[in-house]
């Protein structure tokens, strides 16, 4: 069994050890999801229209909106990590 005192002194060093990144860390990593966000979203977006009349003769439900959304979303999510790690 632990004494108190040990587990005061555990639970300090805990709270002392809060991890912290360095800001290159940050930038390079929040820069890399940004990248790849708007990277995802042109070549989806070139890639749907390049295609559009071979998803158009298809007999799948998913057509050009849903196809869009996809992308968007898929873009929009990269983007919104590469904001999160710039901030948190």
Same mark, same amino acid.
């Given at each position: +069994? ?8 555990? *639970?300090?060093? !805990? ?10 860390? &940050?930038? #390079?990593?929040?820069?890399? @999801? ?12 070139? =890639? !749907? &229209?390049?295609?559009?009349? =071979?998803? +158009? *003769?298809? #007999?799948?439900?998913?057509? +050009?909106?849903?196809? &869009? ?7 929009? #999510? ?8 710039? @901030? =948190?």
């Amino acid at each position: +069994m632990a004494s108190s005192s040990e587990q005061k002194d555990a *639970k300090q060093a !805990l709270a002392e050890d809060k991890w912290d990144d360095c800001m290159s860390c &940050r930038v #390079t990593g929040s820069a890399a @999801f940004i990248g790849a966000g708007i990277y995802s979203y042109y070549s989806g977006m070139a =890639n !749907l &229209r390049k295609q559009e009349k =071979n998803i +158009m *003769k298809s #007999t799948s439900q998913y057509k +050009m909106g849903s196809r &869009r959304l996809g992308v968007s979303s898929i873009a929009a #999510t990269l983007v919104g990590l590469g904001i999160y790690r710039a @901030f =948190n």
